[in-house]
């Protein structure tokens, strides 16, 4: 639909390229959800805490701890507030990966 909708010329908004990121992390489709977010960077759209919990939480599905604490950071460089479920996911990945070091190290931010 996402394609449909730029080949078409409608260009969407925040809240479009968010849920169709949303439902790349649901199915724990890292990938797919971080090149959306960069897609949409690329578009001049500004993304929310919820896109950037949403590719955080598809990275944690994997384990994913390195490029989900990146996209963390990415999001507090960009005066964005995390929600608890942010870090709950960053932690998740990295006990997930084997770290409880880098997980604990998150608990005491």
């Given at each position: ?12 908004y ?7 990121i ?25 993304p929310?805490v ?7 939480a ?7 701890g ?31 990966h ?12």
């Open positions: 639909l996402l394609e449909r909708m730029l080949s078409e010329g409608l260009e969407p925040v809240v479009t390229f968010s849920s169709v949303a439902a790349w992390a649901k199915h724990g489709d890292g990938e797919k959800a971080e090149a959306l977010l960069e897609r949409m960077l690329s578009k001049g759209l500004e929310n919820v896109t950037f919990t949403s590719v955080i598809a990275r944690a599905k994997h384990g994913d390195e490029n989900a604490e990146a996209l963390l950071e990415r999001m507090l460089s960009e005066g964005l507030e995390p929600y608890v479920v942010t870090f709950s996911s960053v932690i998740a990945a990295w006990a997930k084997g770290d409880g070091e880098k997980a604990e190290a998150l608990l005491e931010r």
